[in-house]
Nanobody, 124 residues
Framework: VQLQACGGGLVQAGGSLRLSCSAS????????KGWFRQAPGKGREFVAA????????DYGDPVKGRFTISSDSAKNTVYLQMNKLKPEDTAVYYC??????????????????WGQGTQVTVSS
């Protein structure tokens, strides 16, 4: 599967952005999906994950209550709605897909496929 992320940009603190990640190739519903981010000089950080079924989600502590992950199997797309953005959310955001996944499982690691990344910059 090939992943294409988009939707990043420059936003003021307190604002919102929605990232999208479209998949081509194998049906996206066969995969668990996730979003990760990497800020300059830092390691990759788990942001959010959603199950194959789309019914279960998991969030990293820094984004709980502010970000929402969702998926649309008909469009082969996973989204990350980001609200109440903070300067510390500035990073390159990557979507990822994991093939070995149970229908209800959410995963913080073990992803096989990665998108190219989209830059999110939050100004103070």
């Amino acid at each position: 599967v090939q992943l294409q992320a988009c939707g990043g940009g420059l936003v003021q603190a307190g604002g919102s952005l929605r990232l999208s990640c479209s998949a081509s190739g194998r049906t996206f519903s066969s995969y668990a999906k996730g979003w990760f981010r990497q800020a300059p000089g830092k390691g990759r950080e788990f942001v959010a994950a959603i199950s194959r079924s789309g019914s279960f989600a998991d969030y990293g502590d820094p984004v709980k209550g502010r970000f929402t992950i969702s998926s649309d199997s008909a469009k082969n797309t996973v989204y990350l709605q980001m609200n109440k953005l903070k300067p510390e959310d500035t990073a390159v955001y990557y979507c990822a897909a994991r093939l070995n996944a149970i229908s209800s499982g959410t995963y913080r690691d073990g992803y096989h496929y990665w998108g190219q990344g989209t830059q999110v910059t939050v100004s103070s």
